[in-house]
């Protein structure tokens, strides 16, 4: 069993450039999860998909920010025009809809100049 | 609105030491899930425990304890004989169970215990 994997592992960008970052999940796992996590803090919720339906969105998530899951498989989180503010670990979780544990990848570390 | 509060920002102990991270949390619904995660300085979440709110046995699993009292909203995390290698921040989080789409919703996590043992 393979676990998430997310790429890039960091990035690094100058503000006002866009950014897309990707989460392979489980591969039985039909929900995905981002959240951002900056330092000090504990993981906050950005957005989840049941298969490639998306379900909930936070207000977190600005207008800037789009995620994606095509075919119910990997998904993909766009930032448009960085801001400083968005440096962050971008963090993708999976897990099956029966249960509620969800497993996280490694992460994505951005750094907006 | 879920909330979960971990008043302990960091823990030092001594290698063999006995240490408890504290976990209270808030929620309105009577159905929810309990989860603890590690995350040690690589950065990777590491699932360790969850627990339904039905169900307040408390769990053993090696060195780690876990004690859920509904009646103080506390869902506290003991390790004993702690090692080097448990040094870590720890998360609490807290999940309500969504009855249309069959769980799986949105974690609230704590702002973290980090615990530091030394030899």
């Known amino acids: 069993d393979t676990g998430v994997s997310q790429n890039p592992r960091h990035k690094i960008t100058k503000r006002g450039q866009n950014v897309t970052f990707r989460c392979d999940p489980i591969s039985e796992h039909n929900r995905l999860y981002w959240y951002r996590q900056t330092l000090g803090q504990g993981p906050e919720f950005l957005t989840y998909f049941q298969n490639e339906a998306q379900l909930e969105k936070s207000r977190l998530l600005s207008d800037r920010f789009s995620a994606e899951r095509p075919k119910g498989s990997f998904s993909t989180l766009e930032i448009q025009r960085t801001e400083q503010g968005d440096s962050a670990m971008y963090l993708c979780a999976s897990g099956r809809a029966s249960t509620d544990t969800q497993y996280f990848g490694p992460g994505t570390r951005l750094t907006v100049l | 609105a879920q909330k979960v509060t971990q008043a302990q920002t960091e823990i030092s102990v001594v290698e063999k030491e006995d240490v408890t991270l504290d976990c209270v949390y808030e929620?309105?619904?009577?159905?929810?899930?309990l989860f603890w995660y590690k995350q040690p300085p690589s950065g990777e979440l590491v699932f360790l425990i969850r627990r339904n709110s039905f169900d307040e046995q408390n769990e053993i699993s090696g060195r780690y304890s876990w004690n859920f009292q509904k009646s103080t909203s506390s869902f506290n995390f003991t390790i004993t004989a702690s090692q080097v290698v448990d040094s870590a921040v720890y998360f609490c989080a807290l999940s309500e169970s969504n009855l249309y789409t069959g769980g799986g919703n949105k974690l609230t996590f704590g702002t973290g215990t980090q615990l530091k043992v030394e030899l």
């Open positions: 929620t309105r619904d009577t159905t929810y899930y």
